[in-house]
């Protein structure tokens, strides 16, 4: 999911589409966006009177067209924001459209002028966010984030979210997406199977590697992963290395600086999984796998961690056995390391987008507003098990095993935890980043030719005239 629906989470690589994009002589949807033939739309007016009640002036009887990825959290919570919605505008005909395959069946609709009002982008073939940015296609959320809450008029939106919800919305040096969900990236067990065995997740490399020992004696293997989406391995790869050298290795990586991928902190957080590889402790196949089959190979006991966002519990739901508990833990510590062990790294996931030319813009940013209300976020993680950024939205809730203890790793973390943007603020460089991490997890390239691959798909991306470059403090 971004990450995901994640940085995109599972963020899951039929992404091929969107290279297809972006390869020689410019894509189509580059074209198309750039052509101009429309008149500007950059008004929030929506055709209504405006109020604090309405403040996008949303016309009561305006068709709402909605278009949401069906990845992990399916897409019942959408249903039930829809739903109030309609509650406050009875009028409106509401299109509902629950989809995974984002690009082939949303790029012709942008390339004809016609984009739906509200977009969850996410899943391996989203649209690429960095594009639509640099193109224009995207609603300034300025004015959402300025208006009145639904829950408290006296505040504004942007004071009930969570600080990193307002740094992730920011591409092209505006507040352009909406990252609706609090994602916590964990590795992940099935605590019952743990306490069995007497198991209990590593803090330290070394007692890390001494459990792998143990659990592959018990026939299973430690770990497996969603081989045909390598982001999902790349994050124990990050994690370890932002853990071991501090929050300046992510940030200098976000912010396209010269040989910030050759940190020896990744350097030893690449041979760390090399190590697992060539030990036997990843799960043997995991490699061709996409992340529902390396998933559900772990719901049957194949393997004991699996690296994931919050997300999984949901995901998996329908396979997972009914005394499985999906349960959040830290990736090791390498020697050496800055961060403590029960950090993470966290993102706000789940593009949420108002097209520019959305023919109404104004009832795609009421929508959003409605979803920042705790009602709706606090729907949103009974039915998904996951946080949204909407402060306090999930007090008095009974959580599972899986959303508690991933908020108890949030909690542990506290300002440890550590963001990655490069995948959003950069998206033409997801996919080749993937590839060579497939290969590193694979063991078919070493440590060193894993960092050169991917410095020069950031320096390639930071002498491109195109790129608009951001930077992180």
Not at 390 to 419: I, P, R
């Amino acid at each position: 999911m971004t990450t995901p629906n994640n940085l995109p989470r599972r963020l899951f690589l039929q992404r091929a589409a969107v290279g297809t994009l972006l390869t020689a002589g410019g894509s189509t949807l580059l074209a198309a966006c750039a052509s101009g033939g429309s008149e500007d739309t950059s008004s929030n007016d929506g055709g209504g009177t405006k109020s604090d009640e309405n403040p996008f002036g949303v016309k009561e009887d305006a068709p709402l067209d909605v278009v949401i990825f069906k990845g992990g959290y399916g897409d019942d919570y959408a249903k039930a924001h829809e739903a109030l919605y309609s509650k406050k505008f009875p009028k409106a005909e509401i299109s509902h459209k629950g989809i995974t395959d984002i690009t082939p069946q949303l790029q012709p609709r942008f390339n004809g002028g016609n984009p739906p009002d509200v977009i969850d982008n996410s899943g391996a073939s989203e649209l690429p966010m960095s594009t639509l940015a640099s193109t224009g296609q995207l609603a300034d959320l300025t004015a959402l984030l300025d208006a009145p809450s639904v829950d408290d008029k006296a505040k504004k939106v942007k004071d009930t979210v969570e600080p990193i919800a307002i740094e992730a919305a920011q591409l092209s040096g505006k507040p352009l997406v909406l990252k609706y969900v609090l994602t916590v990236y964990a590795l992940w067990y099935n605590k019952p199977l743990f306490e069995k065995n007497g198991w209990a997740p590593a803090k330290t490399w070394a007692e890390f590697l001494t459990l792998c020992e143990e659990i592959k004696k018990a026939g299973i293997a430690p770990l497996a992963h969603q081989g045909k989406h390598p982001y999902y391995i790349h994050q124990i790869v990050l994690d370890m290395a932002v853990k071991h050298g501090g929050q300046e290795v992510i940030k200098a990586i976000d912010s396209l600086e010269p040989n910030a991928w050759m940190h020896p902190s990744i350097k030893m957080a690449a041979e760390a999984v090399l190590e697992l590889k060539g030990k036997g402790y990843i799960m043997q196949g995991t490699e061709g796998l996409d992340h529902i089959q390396s998933q559900t190979a772990w719901n049957q006991g194949k393997a004991a961690f699996i690296p994931s966002g919050s997300w999984l519990e949901n995901e998996q739901k329908k396979v997972a056995p009914a005394d499985f508990q999906t349960t959040a833990a830290y990736t090791p510590l390498l020697d050496g390391a800055k961060l403590p062990v029960d950090c993470t790294e966290i993102a706000a996931g789940e593009n949420f987008i108002v097209p520019e030319k959305a023919k109404n813009k104004a009832g795609g940013l009421e929508y959003l507003r409605i979803m920042l209300s705790k009602e709706a976020a606090g729907k949103f993680t009974e039915l998904t098990g996951s946080p949204t950024i909407v402060k306090g939205a999930g007090e008095g809730l009974k959580l599972s095993a899986g959303a508690s203890s991933a908020s108890a790793l949030l909690k542990s973390g506290a300002d440890n935890n550590w963001t990655a943007y490069f995948g959003s603020w950069y998206s033409t460089m997801s996919k080749p980043i993937e590839s060579v991490v497939g290969e590193l997890a694979a063991g078919r390239i070493t440590a060193d030719e894993y960092q050169k691959r991917v410095q020069k798909i950031a320096d390639d991306t930071a002498k491109d005239p195109k790129t608009k470059k951001q930077t992180r403090s």
